[in-house]
C-alpha cells in the first residue's frame, strides 16, 4: 500500500495526495512487487535495498548512494495472538532522495501513524533532514514506552507469582526477557547508525536539526539503558524464583523423606512380630497383652524419631 502526504509552505496541514509530488512523503507499508518496481524505476532505488527494509532480519545501517541516502533502523512493534501480547523488532528503511522522502515498512507503524494523526509539531515534508529525526526520535521515544509497558507487565507477574507458582507465570517472565533481548539488539544497532548520522555529509543539516539529532542520541541511549536494568531486574527475578521453586521442592522432599522414616519404624517392628516364627526371649512374644504392649512401644519409638527429627529441622 502507497500512501502519499504533503504540507505545503506556509501550511501546517498534511494532505493527502493521489500522485507523487515534489517535497512529498510516501509512506509504502507492505508493498506489492509491482509498488516496488514502480519505485525503483522511477526514483533510482535499487530493488534490494527496497526489499531489505521488508526482511525482519535486516540490520540496521546507513548507506549514500548517488541518487538517494538509505537509512535503515530497527522499530519495536506489538504482536497479538490469543489474547497474548509481546514485542520484537522489525526494520524501517528511509529513503531520502532529493526532494522526496520514501518510508518502506513491512507494517503500519505509531511511529509514522503520529505525523499523520498531527501530533508531531513541526512537522514539514520538504523539511527533509528534520523530518527523519522526528521519525527517528519518535522511535527513540517508542522504545521507551514499550520498555515502560514491559516493566509494568513484569511487576505484575512477579506479584502473581508470589501468590502461586504456574507455568504460565514463568513462561510470560520468559517472554518478557526475550523482548529485551530483542531490544537491546536493535538498540545498539541503531545506536551504529546514528553515530554515523551525526558525522555524515550527504544530509543537509540546520542548527535546530543537530540539535534533534542530539536528543535522538540521548533518546536512544537512554533506551538502551533502561533495557540494561529491565533485563538484568528481569533476569534476577527469574533466577530468584526458581531459586526458591527449588528450594521448596528439597522442603518437600526431606518433609517426605522424614515421614517415611517415621512410618517405617512401627513397620519394622510389627514386622519382626509378625512372623510366624516362635523365637525365644523375644519381649512380649508370649504376653497376653503383648499386643498393646508392642503397639506402645512403636508409638514411642516414633515420638523419639519425631523428637530427632525436628532437633535437626527436617520436620
Known sequence: MIQIYKNYEGKKELEELDHIELESWVMVTDPT????????????????????????????????????????????????????????????????????VFTVCLKQTNI??????????????????????????????????????????????????????????????????????????????NEVVLEKLRKHIGLRHYEEDQELLEDVIIENKQAMEMTDIYHNILRSTMSLFGSIIDNNLNQVMKFLAAITIILELPTMISGLYGMNVNVAGMLFATKTYGFAAISIFSVIVCLIAVYILKKKNIL
Not at 54 to 74: G, K, P, W
Not at 138 to 157: E, K, S
Open 33 to 100: 512487487m509491482e509498488e516496488l518496481t514502480s519505485i525503483s524505476v522511477d526514483y533510482k532505488i535499487d530493488m534490494d535495498d527496497l526489499k531489505a527494509a521488508l526482511d525482519t532480519e535486516e540490520r540496521s545501517r546507513l548507506e549514500n548512494e548517488d541518487d538517494y541516502t538509505m537509512i535503515l533502523v530497527n522499530i519495536p512493534v506489538v504482536e497479538e495472538e490469543n489474547w497474548k501480547k509481546w514485542y520484537e523488532t522489525i526494520p524501517l528503511g528511509i529513503f531520502i532522495t532529493r526532494k522526496i
Open 112 to 189: 509514522l501513524k503520529q505525523f499523520v494523526d498531527g501530533l508531531v509539531s513541526n512537522f514539514y515534508t520538504y523539511m527533509k533532514t528534520r523530518f527523519v529525526y522526528q521519525i527517528l526520535y519518535n522511535n527513540a521515544a517508542l522504545f521507551l514506552y514499550y520498555l515502560r509497558v514491559i516493566d509494568q507487565r513484569a511487576n505484575q507477574v512477579e506479584d502473581l507469582l508470589h501468590e502461586t507458582y504456574q507455568n504460565q507465570d514463568l513462561i510470560q517472565l520468559y517472554d518478557l526477557e526475550k523482548c529485551l533481548v530483542y531490544f537491546t539488539t536493535a538498540l545498539k544497532s
